[in-house]
């Protein structure tokens, strides 16, 4: 079936380091690729998106280029904030209105 | 306003127990769904219900029974609670590519 694996955390930055988080994916098709962010004690938010091959992806400094050759996602920002630190989830969607498949989520902590 | 408000925020009950957690979108979207995250933070469809048709089931026990009054509110109710239902419980809704998330609710089975 299809599914998602992203890095295992949790990544502990200092302030202003570049930050890459890496997501997979394996589908029988061509999924819409998303990051989701989850801060503490809250629900998802959605972060960014990408419908199609060589699609970037970008929200609040974050960025992500969906890859069709290499089935990946990689979440990036050049310079993480303490109020960065959250859960970031990297999820398909194979079809309009589908469900998201989760990857494992990964903790992201930046320190000052 | 909230876009996705999910009652109530915290749920503590007796194994046993039938409860309910309520779901409401005010986007105007046609599908809505039920998440569960572990406690591992891991995250999995329950059901879809796409203009209050059930359109995805995802092998939950029949315990789990989603109600959808209308396009607007998702409901779930939980018969018979067990320890292992204890999770934080999420609503969304969508109308194109990309879901709106409620802040979840924390059931805690004792």
């Known amino acids: 079936g299809d599914s998602v694996t992203q890095m295992e955390g949790p990544v502990t930055l200092s302030e202003e380091a570049f930050l890459t988080i890496n997501c997979t994916y394996t589908?029988?098709?061509?999924?819409?690729l998303f990051w989701y962010v989850q801060y503490p004690g809250e629900g998802l938010q959605l972060l960014l998106k990408?419908?199609?091959?060589?699609d970037k992806g970008s929200n609040k400094g974050f960025e992500a280029t969906y890859r069709k050759e290499t089935t990946s996602f990689h979440l990036e920002k050049g310079s993480v904030q303490v109020s960065d630190s959250a859960v970031y989830f990297c999820?398909?969607?194979?079809?309009?209105?589908?469900?998201?498949?989760f990857g494992a989520g990964t903790i992201l902590r930046v320190k000052s | 306003d909230t876009a996705v408000s999910q009652t109530p925020k915290y749920l503590v009950t007796q194994m046993g127990n039938d409860k309910s957690i309520k779901c409401e979108q005010n986007l105007g979207h046609d599908t809505m769904y039920w998440y569960k995250q572990d406690s591992k933070k891991f995250l999995k469809i329950m059901f879809s219900?796409?203009?209050?048709?059930?359109?995805i089931n995802e092998t939950v026990p029949n315990r789990f029974s989603p109600k959808s009054p209308d396009k607007a509110h998702l409901n779930l109710h939980i018969n018979s609670l067990e320890l292992g239902d204890s999770a934080v419980y999420f609503c969304a809704s969508s109308r194109g590519t990309g879901q709106y998330f409620g802040a979840g609710t924390r059931l805690s089975v004792l």
């Open positions: 999820a398909l969607s194979m079809e309009y209105g589908n469900k998201l498949v």
């Open positions: 219900y796409n203009n209050k048709e059930l359109i």
């Open positions: 990408a419908t199609k091959a060589d």
């Open positions: 589908a029988t098709g061509y999924p819409s």
